[in-house]
């Protein structure tokens, strides 16, 4: 962490935003200075101005109940009114919402009101089957127009949607349908990935197969054709649509009605069901798309490419986009597919003009070199987002060189499943651009970086990352599970003078100017390719396994996924001669992405004799962390056997 952050602290590139970017710049500097003069009263307005409300509201936030917050709560609105009918009445409904595209290179064009009419059938069918407000709907798809149309037909009659990445397991699936208890499951036959179409119903049925779930109906879409096997629960998509009305009314409901359930991973084997609100999630998302991403919608393309079944698909492909009216590009499939110039290919097509990925994305493509997004025309690029991880420097520079033709701005954008929406950003057309760094809090939000005593840094120095105030889309807290929100988020700086701040699980380090540069978690999260795993709930999953008498997950850096999963098991001693050991780091390699899903299958699995542990019996990571990453080991003087890490070694050699 030390070479990174000297390196860190030598970069001094810098990046005005070029004159004619910042003439025509949506954000202006008076959002600091507003913000800075009255916080609320910032909020307020961004929710006057951005959202069309039923019943408008008379109080901003009520933090009376520490850490429970409710913003704007006695106005009332529709989220899905907010993010498609209110364009069609203003005119707007030939406005193309969703420029989709299929992985084998089919597409659709998809305008607002095309959207809202598909939007409001779905929503009676939801309604048909006895979905009522606050019910909760699993949605399982694809990156298909459905998963857009699922969500929001979910959001306009009041229910709760829980989307779970098509990555994940069978078994995944059924513990966050069970957590939830969802009533109903929206899902597709299958997708297409890599050039195949690969099924994704059969993890339903397999969730759903003990017969003993909340979940009464299976609706399915039909996206590959292939067969599959059919229940009395399954109803599909196209039939339950063409039957019912495409008239459908919006209801109001309170702004904070629940409007979803995201599932992420902490330092717990259990995942965490985060949940988010409507009003002030609606205003930050659409707050921060507007402003971060420069957006004039009238005339941008914009495309993020996370899935919808991550909280960047949320905010950023489904609630910010749609909210402010504009015209995106939503693909289906992987970036090498069928060739892997096939983002640019995509770039070129529809004329992109802001692009929003993740530096492992960004890594992958400068290992392919330049020549293949040099075959396609990307002038139409004008900004370029970076989440999900630190860029490095060198991620960053190439990211603006090759991609951005050395003119776009590049904004790295903090946030987390739990802030709901951007929380730490350049604004691209006012501030200038430091390579690798996150930079400033937006306008109404509030950073510290704090040590573990609770004190300011101070500029040039590292520590914990805070937020000292709330804001309009935090998370309102765990499904079902208050006790584990305050204990997770807010009990380590409970005690803070002007009430607890809310502890993000990342390091950073302010540097002399003040920018914030983002370092990592600070706990046993991991972050692959941008997607948060828990060392904890991978353990568990191979303990679960009957040749495992122990296991130690650790996240050892990846050139190309940031971090990647690496193991250290101990086999029971009546396993030992029975199969090679190349043999079980398969199984249990398959083992574990059977249990969880793809992105959590270890990269590295060694079979050890023991594991490094202090004398209360806890698992030393940050050792095996060292081993991982091929480092001399660090200070081993609390291991109650100070030999073991020898040990290990050498069985790695
Ligand atoms: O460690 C931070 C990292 O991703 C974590 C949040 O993960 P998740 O909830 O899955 O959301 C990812 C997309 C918003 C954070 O705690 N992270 C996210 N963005 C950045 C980042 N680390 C450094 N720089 C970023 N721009």
């Keep these: 962490m030390s070479v990174q952050i000297d390196h860190l602290l030598h970069e001094s590139r810098r990046f005005p935003p070029s004159p004619e970017f910042a003439a025509s710049s949506v954000a202006t500097e008076s959002l600091y200075t507003d913000a800075a003069a009255d916080r609320l009263g910032f909020w307020a307005e961004q929710a006057r101005d951005l959202l069309h409300w039923h019943k408008p509201f008379t109080r901003t936030l009520d933090w009376t109940n520490p850490p429970f917050a409710k913003w704007f709560d006695d106005g009332e609105l529709n989220v899905a009114y907010n993010c498609l009918d209110r364009h069609v009445l203003a005119g707007n409904g030939d406005r193309i919402a969703l420029h989709w595209e299929g992985e084998p290179g089919d597409s659709r064009a998809i305008s607002y009101a095309q959207l809202t009419t598909e939007v409001k059938r779905a929503a009676n069918v939801l309604l048909g089957l006895g979905v009522r407000a606050g019910d909760r709907v699993a949605i399982y798809l694809p990156m298909i127009p459905e998963a857009v149309v699922a969500m929001l037909a979910v959001a306009r009659i009041g229910a709760v949607h829980s989307v779970i990445f098509g990555g994940f397991s069978a078994e995944s699936l059924r513990s966050r349908i069970d957590d939830a208890e969802a009533v109903v499951v929206i899902t597709a036959d299958g997708g297409y990935r890599k050039g195949r179409a690969t099924p994704l119903k059969p993890a339903v049925d397999a969730a759903l197969a003990s017969g003993d779930s909340s979940v009464h109906t299976v609706l399915v879409v039909e996206r590959t054709g292939g067969d599959v096997e059919w229940n009395e629960r399954d109803k599909w998509w196209h039939e339950e649509l063409a039957g019912v009305s495409d008239e459908h009314e919006a209801q109001p409901f309170p702004a904070e009605n629940p409007l979803f359930i995201l599932y992420t991973s902490g330092t717990t084997g259990k995942p965490k069901g985060i949940l988010h609100t409507s009003g002030g999630y609606l205003t930050q998302v659409a707050f921060t798309h507007k402003n971060v991403f420069d957006l004039k919608p009238e005339k941008d393309v914009f495309w993020c490419t996370a899935d919808v079944g991550w909280i960047t698909g949320h905010s950023y492909v489904v609630y910010g986009p749609l909210a402010n009216g504009a015209t995106q590009v939503l693909y289906e499939g992987t970036p090498d597919t069928p060739h892997p110039g096939r983002w640019w290919e995509i770039i070129e097509k529809y004329k992109v003009s802001i692009l929003y990925t993740a530096p492992t994305a960004i890594r992958t493509f400068m290992k392919i070199g330049r020549q293949e997004p040099q075959k396609f025309d990307l002038t139409s690029l004008r900004l370029l987002g970076s989440v999900g991880e630190p860029i490095n420097p060198e991620a960053w520079m190439w990211y603006r060189e090759v991609i951005g033709n050395q003119l776009t701005p590049v904004v790295d954008t903090w946030w987390q499943t739990e802030t709901g929406a951007i929380m730490i950003s350049a604004l691209p057309g006012l501030t200038e651009a430091k390579p690798g760094a996150a930079q400033v809090a937006i306008p109404g939000v509030s950073i510290d970086v704090i040590g573990e005593d609770g004190e300011h840094v101070g500029h040039g120095n590292g520590g914990l990352l805070v937020v000292t105030e709330p804001w309009p889309s935090m998370l ?171 040990i290990i070694s050498a069985s790695m050699r």
């Design 476 to 646: 309102r807290g765990i499904w079902g599970d208050p006790e584990r929100y305050i204990e997770t988020y807010w009990e380590k700086f409970q005690d803070a003078p002007n009430g607890p701040l809310y502890f993000a699980g990342d390091g950073a380090r302010l540097d002399r100017d003040g920018d914030i540069w983002l370092l990592g978690r600070v706990d046993d999260v991991m972050n692959v390719s941008g997607h948060r795993l828990s060392t904890a709930e991978i353990e568990s999953s191979l303990v679960a396994h009957g040749v495992v008498a122990e296991a130690a997950v650790v996240g050892a850096h990846d050139d190309t996924t940031g971090q990647a999963v690496v193991a250290f098991v101990i086999i029971k001693y009546s396993q030992t001669d029975a199969a090679s050991h190349a043999d079980i780091s398969a199984v249990l390699r398959a083992h574990v992405t059977l249990q969880i899903g793809a992105i959590a299958r270890p990269r590295e699995i060694h079979i050890v004799t023991e594991l490094p542990k202090t004398r209360s019996g806890k698992i030393m990571r940050r050792l095996l962390r060292d081993v991982a990453e091929g480092r001399e080991i660090g200070d081993t003087t609390t291991l109650a056997d100070t030999s073991i890490m020898q």
